[in-house]
């Protein structure tokens, strides 16, 4: 974590969790990023794969008033992205660690003043995993999870029933007829993708192929997934 200045920093069951910025070569904003022991685990530099889980799960549904659950708040550009379409009615973030929400209500991310605008959003701390695999009280036209690094490699076991055909039964359940689930990763996976075919009506996913000279050298490739509920 060269030249990154610490914000804030948390110990978690899955390690201690950094809040930091750095003013990146050829760049006059800042960049802000989220750590986890000295990984890197998300940047604002260039969050084209964290928007596209939103904007390429929103063109995939046809329908207006569009409730939408986003799982992990993060540094927020996939609920940002959600938040633009007009056709979003409502965006709910389950975010696991209280403090992360605390520095979006604090002002200390890039969004905070957008987000403490619109009254769409609703922030709750919570575990996404824990609420998909569980009673489905409430049903979603779009679910967008954007939590573990890929089905294989996951921040804890907690989430590994996620990726399992038994898993996304139940987490169909929470989804409206012919709603859409989002999944986003940075490795592609043969087996979830059978998982989600075996599961949904359809089933697809997106490559996400960018660069960023500020976080590493040569091309970036994150990985999404998508998978759309029966009609009934």
């Not at 709750?124 to 294989?152: C, F, K, M, N």
């Amino acid at each position: 974590m060269i030249d990154l200045q610490i914000l804030q920093h948390i110990d978690s069951d899955i390690g201690t969790i950094y809040l930091g910025r750095r003013m990146a070569p050829g760049r006059s904003e800042w960049t802000y990023e989220i750590n986890i022991d000295g990984a890197l685990l998300m940047s604002s530099s260039n969050p084209v794969s964290e928007r596209r889980l939103a904007t390429s799960a929103l063109a995939m549904h046809e329908g207006e008033g569009l409730r939408v659950l986003v799982g992990g708040l993060g540094l927020g550009h996939s609920a940002e992205a959600a938040l633009e379409s007009p056709r979003v009615a409502s965006v709910r973030v389950v975010e696991k660690m209280s403090a992360v929400i605390d520095w979006m209500h604090d002002g200390l991310l890039p969004l905070s003043a957008e987000f403490a605008a619109d009254k769409r959003l609703q922030i709750v701390q919570g575990d996404i995993y824990d609420d998909l695999l569980g009673p489905a009280s409430e049903q979603y036209d779009l679910i967008l999870v954007d939590v573990d690094h890929s089905p294989r490699h996951r921040l804890s076991e907690a989430s590994a029933q996620f990726y399992t055909p038994e898993g996304q039964r139940q987490v169909a359940r929470h989804l409206t007829p012919g709603g859409r689930l989002a999944v986003w990763s940075s490795a592609d996976d043969d087996d979830f993708m059978a998982v989600l075919r075996e599961v949904y009506l359809d089933a697809r996913r997106e490559d996400v192929h960018w660069e960023d000279k500020g976080l590493c050298d040569g091309p970036l490739h994150d990985v999404l997934f998508f998978g759309r509920a029966h009609p009934g």
